[in-house]
């Protein structure tokens, strides 16, 4: 770094992106809390350990085997040539944005003086990757086993969910380029896999017990602890504004990489390399939060856990366009899907006898999926992308945001890579004994050892004394 601009515009962004990882840390906090909120208290210990080893399990599984997958994956393989080097396979040759250079043992992967960048954007999406497995860990509360949780943390963690985004938040994806495809902020590629992947799960892991009567009503197993639930939520909105800015490049000059020749424009970015604000995003994220808390309010009559839930359902529905959208507009789409997300949770609870512990499905699931399909009708027209890449709605350009190309894309995200994969893994472990806890722990509790171990301790002490 011998330019001083360069030099300057490095350092930046790499101080720029730690601080991003810095608060995200904050969701997985608020995960935390809000899962041991809503949880009894015979198994507040292990819901809180269950959540906090996925940490290790995934960031491990991120550093071995994830990351390549993101850079190797944007063609599909076999789907659309890449802009790179122009092959469908892949990629893993010598280009630029190669899978080649993120092995573990590449010198992009340790302590390198000339490189400023990959770690800071490794751990960036490594948070991304523990916000996937948080979300499933709050739906299969109180019933499943730690093997269980770990082996499905490490499957949407570091493969599925980083398919997803190789394919349609990666500026060479393949749905970009054929379909349309625009999730700038994240409602499909984390929210609607993880909760479609937590609705696979759920089929097969059934409901907790006691949690329908015999002629199959729903009884409310309400959170235990609603303060840890308000601060858990609100440390979630906390880290999501973080997570917004780090799916952002915060300072990219345009003009070459447009083939604009002499032309300098410096400008933030999407995770499409396409221009956007950190001023816009900021009035359309506190909009879409405050229409998601006004709808939740009202329809769930002042309940203060789905009031909560929803300004996060809101802010979840209005991200695939919040680079885009007028605030007023992403107020309206995140009330939408707040009320979406409310009647398909109570829905499909009466209907299929589906036990969500903290709604997971319904926050992140549907309202992310209506946040894809409300986007390809508000932003018709709209390029998904500043390339040129050649798609197949007109055979010259890239394709432009769509109805049809959103709807397709939240099918993939929800139900292809989300619930499919979910309940063949739950299937498997099923199978094999390891799924779900004995009904005597479920009913003593999974922290019962731990509770009579502190009561004989207690008895030791008292006695002594």
């Given at each position: 770094m011998t330019d001083g601009l360069d030099a300057l515009m490095v350092i930046f962004t790499e101080f720029y992106y730690w601080i991003t990882v810095v608060l995200m840390f904050l969701i997985h906090v608020g995960f935390c809390m809000y899962e041991v909120g809503a949880s009894r208290y015979k198994h507040h210990q292990h819901t809180l350990m269950k959540n906090t080893m996925l940490i290790p399990l995934v960031t491990v599984t991120w550093f071995l085997f994830g990351w390549w997958i993101y850079w190797a994956f944007p063609t599909g393989p076999g789907l659309a040539p890449s802009i790179m080097n122009g092959s469908t396979a892949l990629i893993t040759d010598e280009s630029t944005f190669s899978a080649k250079w993120y092995v573990p043992n590449s010198s992009l992967m340790a302590v390198n003086l000339g490189d400023h960048i990959s770690g800071v954007f490794w751990a960036a999406f490594l948070l991304f990757s523990w916000t996937a497995a948080s979300i499933v860990s709050g739906a299969v509360i109180e019933r499943i086993t730690t093997?269980?949780?770990?082996?499905?943390?490490?499957?949407?963690?570091?493969?599925?969910?980083?398919?997803?985004?190789?394919?349609?938040?990666?500026?060479?994806?393949?749905?970009?380029?054929?379909?349309?495809?625009?999730?700038?902020?994240?409602?499909?590629?984390?929210?609607?896999?993880?909760?479609?992947?937590?609705?696979?799960?759920?089929?097969?892991?059934?409901?907790?017990?006691?949690?329908?009567?015999?002629?199959?009503?729903?009884?409310?197993?309400?959170?235990?602890?609603?303060?840890?639930?308000?601060?858990?939520?609100?440390l979630i909105y906390t880290g999501f504004w973080g997570f917004y800015a780090a799916c952002n490049i915060p300072i990219f000059n345009l003009g070459p990489e447009y083939g604009m020749e002499g032309v300098t424009y410096f400008t933030a970015t999407n995770i499409y390399v396409t221009p956007t604000t950190l001023s816009g995003i900021t009035f359309n994220f506190l909009m879409s939060l405050s229409g998601g808390l006004l709808a939740g309010y009202l329809i769930s009559k002042g309940d203060p856990f789905w009031t909560y839930s929803s300004g996060l359902a809101g802010i979840i529905c209005a991200s695939a366009g919040n680079d885009l959208y007028h605030p007023i507009q992403a107020m309206i789409i995140a009330m939408i899907g707040v009320v979406v997300a409310y009647k398909m949770h109570f829905w499909v609870e009466r209907k299929f006898k589906i036990d969500d512990a903290v709604g997971a499905v319904a926050v992140h699931g549907y309202a992310g999926v209506a946040g894809l399909i409300i986007c390809g009708f508000v932003l018709n027209g709209y390029p998904s992308s500043g390339y040129?890449?050649?798609?197949?709605?007109?055979?010259?350009?890239y394709a432009a945001i769509n109805p049809l190309g959103m709807f397709i894309g939240a099918i993939i995200m929800f139900v292809v890579l989300g619930f499919i994969p979910g309940w063949i893994i739950a299937k498997v472990l099923h199978g094999m004994g390891k799924l779900r806890i004995p009904r005597e722990v479920e009913l003593a509790g999974l922290d019962f050892e731990i509770m009579e171990a502190a009561k004989n301790d207690e008895k030791s002490v008292a006695s002594s004394s």
């Open positions: 093997f269980a949780f770990g082996i499905l943390a490490i499957a949407i963690g570091s493969v599925f969910w980083t398919i997803d985004a190789a394919w349609g938040w990666h500026f060479d994806g393949w749905m970009l380029k054929l379909l349309g495809y625009h999730d700038a902020y994240a409602s499909g590629v984390i929210h609607a896999i993880a909760g479609g992947f937590a609705l696979g799960i759920l089929v097969v892991l059934g409901p907790r017990l006691g949690k329908f009567t015999s002629s199959g009503e729903p009884r409310n197993i309400g959170p235990r602890n609603p303060w840890l639930v308000t601060v858990g939520l609100f040129s890449v050649g798609a197949m709605w007109d055979g010259a350009t």
